[in-house]
């Protein structure tokens, strides 16, 4: 029997991450995902955005990237999913179906899809790549968990739908079109750490991901398996190196070293001088980082809905510093480091939080495949149900 193999490719400020898997069936375990092939290219420290290079420049890296993942699967890859970094927002819209005493059906809902409100989106600027469906209100009053079944009169569904730059997927589409690639779908990045750290309980009953890259911080909040919003920081790991850099006056590629080195070191062993001074900065960076992490999640909308699970993946969660400085503000004892769950394959890879949203698209293609081998089924059942969420989403 032939195995479906699945290929994602990361593209972000600090890297391209090309995965190769497999589903991998093990008596008594379940299903796993095997990694049969990775391929990881840096890019430059000075790096903060993959589009500020020419087309050329950016397939090289790409390319460096897929070459060294089929080396090591011996797979010619014909397709993938391609994460879309940075250039995402939501935005909430209102679908109002007018129904004649009608049961409702998945179709139905899904008609949003071939409505003037939805083909709309799709512009010269910005085009959606994610929609999510978050909350029902039924004869324009009474919000329910789930309608299907439900023979109602009027029913409306908030879609929490996420944006991306026309511009910036066209040059993708483009750029793997030359290297005969197919683009299964764009994902967003914001989306994909949550879709391999989470379990099937703090899917359900909700969670906030905190994704501290190189140069933002995501914050996501996934609630009743469907992720509802998620805002940006400005501030990554490359604003502390940076600083660093500055304040000590050395060069950014030997202060980004240095933020390295003391990520986990103890002032209390560092007996040089300069390592101390560096130890000040870096140390007031995170303070600021863990400040500004904790003043958007207590200022969200969302605050109550995820209080119970924090996960932390991205760059700065190897980070001790961060880490701990991120459970003072918080408060949390469930304050966790998010790594790729149901995966086979080298531990070193597997284990690195950094990696999370990597493993995310490998996760995104393979529901996905569940989601087209089960669109025959119209009665879904959801995972959990909090009546307050539906009443919160309403009024919003």
Not at 6 to 19: A, H, L, N, Q
Not at 203 to 214: E, L, P, Q, R, V
């Amino acid at each position: 029997m032939s195995r479906t193999i699945i290929t994602g490719i990361d593209i972000r400020p600090d890297r391209v991450v090309c995965f190769i898997a497999h589903e991998l069936e093990i008596v008594n375990q379940g299903s796993f995902l095997q990694l049969i092939g990775h391929g990881i290219t840096e890019f430059p420290i000075e790096c903060v955005d993959p589009f500020q290079y020419s087309d050329d420049e950016l397939e090289q890296y790409i390319r460096q990237s897929i070459d060294k993942a089929e080396v090591e699967s011996n797979v010619s890859i014909k397709e993938a999913y391609i994460s879309i970094y940075n250039n995402n927002e939501s935005i909430y819209v209102d679908q109002k179906t007018e129904l004649d005493n009608e049961p409702v059906t998945e179709k139905i809902i899904n008609l949003f899809f071939k409505q003037k409100e939805f083909k709309s989106l799709y512009t010269d600027i910005k085009e959606p790549l994610h929609s999510f469906p978050i909350s029902y209100k039924i004869n324009n009053s009474k919000p329910v968990s789930d309608p299907i079944g439900m023979r109602v009169n009027h029913l409306k569904t908030r879609w929490h739908i996420i944006m991306s730059d026309s511009e910036k997927l066209n040059r993708l589409r483009n750029l793997f079109e030359k290297m005969n690639i197919s683009v299964r779908q764009f994902i967003s990045n914001a989306y994909l750490s949550s879709m391999s750290t989470l379990s099937d309980e703090e899917s359900s009953n909700g969670s906030a991901i905190i994704d501290i890259g190189k140069c933002h911080t995501f914050i996501s909040y996934v609630f009743d398996n469907n992720l509802i919003s998620f805002q940006k920081i400005p501030v990554g790991t490359l604003h502390i190196s940076k600083d660093i850099s500055q304040v000590m006056d050395i060069e950014l590629p030997k202060a980004d070293m240095l933020r390295k080195k003391l990520n986990n070191s103890n002032e209390d062993y560092l007996d040089d001088h300069f390592d101390l001074e560096c130890f000040k900065v870096f140390n007031a960076r995170c303070e600021e980082l863990a400040d500004l992490i904790q003043h958007m999640i207590a200022n969200s909308k969302f605050f109550y809905l995820v209080d119970k699970n924090i996960i932390i993946t991205g760059k700065g969660s190897k980070s001790v510093k961060i880490i701990n400085r991120i459970k003072n503000k918080l408060g949390y004892k469930k304050v966790r480091i998010g790594v790729a769950q149901n995966f086979n394959g080298l531990k070193t890879i597997i284990s690195n939080p950094s990696l999370a949203s990597s493993f995310g698209l490998l996760n995104y293609a393979l529901d996905h495949d569940l989601q087209i081998d089960e669109s025959l089924s119209t009665n879904k059942e959801k995972k959990s149900f909090f009546s307050y969420i539906y009443n919160f989403f309403a009024s919003i």
